[in-house]
């Protein structure tokens, strides 16, 4: 760590001291006072981090040795760069930092990356440790990932996608989850048992995988990139979120755009069809051709929503804040008529997943809500809801939210 400390910004390393001061944190020489009083004999000298030396305060941060002390340091070196980035200027942002900078500016960024606390097998980036010119990288690495349901209520890792901004592919695998699996989620991530019963690489392992690429100051692509973050156990601060660049015209009556809807406004295809499992390979992918369509194109992030998806989103309600004890199976009786069950993984660990019930019209979406026996309310953007008690075939009882997707006229 002292060598990347070396190159580090003295303002960031006087930070980072006031940080361990303001926490009493302590070396292997003792806190800040106490490392100074073995350090330097003169009674007189200040302690003001401030006023000691770049070298003095390298020597001090490189007695931490935990990894857990260690951890903090880098977490706070990163939430300093971004603080930085965002009092800057934008004259001489390249087109890849514009995107970092819409990404870390989103009212919601603050709060989807919120990853503490982390436990020890956390992969936390470095880059804040060094010279402010790693935030002038653009170089850039698309991820996405599949999830299955754990035994804990916590999700698991079983299969990573990577591209360069070429395109190219440089990580397609399979992962041995270390807890045992209740959910497969087949129908979303098109994986069973057999295929990762052969499956001998870790979280860890691609954390090793990923990591020169981070070091370096890579920028990270991906569509809820947060999600796929929290179950590679990886903080690292430059990010491209294409679910928090781009956005709606009318952002009042539509939610985040979907990762299919911006690929049929921007690219002209779909990249996920109704029934169809994920392929991550293919998700990352088009997470980067979105992100290269505003850097090389100058593609507007503004997207004013067609009819014919204004339509679509009519046609469907959704179904929010599942507890994931409750089995997928048992969804179909909260709605009546016929409709098609469009399975979400969960977006907070142990807690909740979400889905969509997808009609064959708007009327019959409608006429589906109407039908629901539960308490009507509005979401914050306004949007008609009920919260449904569900009795489940356990004998245990739920309370799911039915949301429609659009405002009514």
Partial sequence: MKLKLATAEKQVLEELVKLLQS?????????????LHAYDKNAESPNDPSKRS?????????TFKKKEDLQVLK????????????????????????????TVEHPNYALDYSFQPYSEDWFVSDIGMKMSKVMQSTNMVAVDCEMVLCEDGTEGLVRVGAVDRDLKVILDEFVKPDKPVVDYRTDITGITAEDIENATLSVTDIQETLQPFLSTGTILVGHSLNRDLEVLKIDHPKVIDTALVFKYS???KLRRPSLNNLCKSILGY???KTGVPHDCVHDAEAAMKLALAVVEKRVDTTIK???????????????HKIPNNVPSEELDQVLSGKFTLDVKQAKTQGRY?????????????????????????????????????????SGSSASIYVRKMVQDE
């Avoid at 770049?54 to 490189?62: D, G, M, N, Q, R």
């Avoid at 929503?305 to 179904?319: I, N």
């Fill in 305 to 319: 929503p067609s009819k014919e998806m204004l339509e679509v989103e009519k046609a469907k309600l959704f179904l």
């Fill in 54 to 62: 770049h070298e003095e305060l390298v020597e001090f941060l490189t």
């Fill in 23 to 35: 926490r009493d944190l302590r070396g292997e020489n003792g806190n800040w006072k106490e490392f």
């Fill in 250 to 252: 009318n952002t009042r």
């Fill in 270 to 272: 779909e990249v996920r």
């Fill in 353 to 393: 997943y979400c889905a969509f019930a997808v009609f064959s019209s708007s009327e019959d979406a409608d006429q589906a809500f109407e039908n629901v026996d539960g308490i009507q309310m509005t979401d914050s953007l306004g949007l008609p809801q009920k919260v449904v008690i569900v009795k489940l075939s």
């Fill in 75 to 102: 977490c706070h070196a990163n939430h300093l760069l971004i603080e930085k980035l965002k009092q800057e200027s934008q004259d001489e942002d390249t087109p890849e930092q514009r995107l970092v900078r819409l």
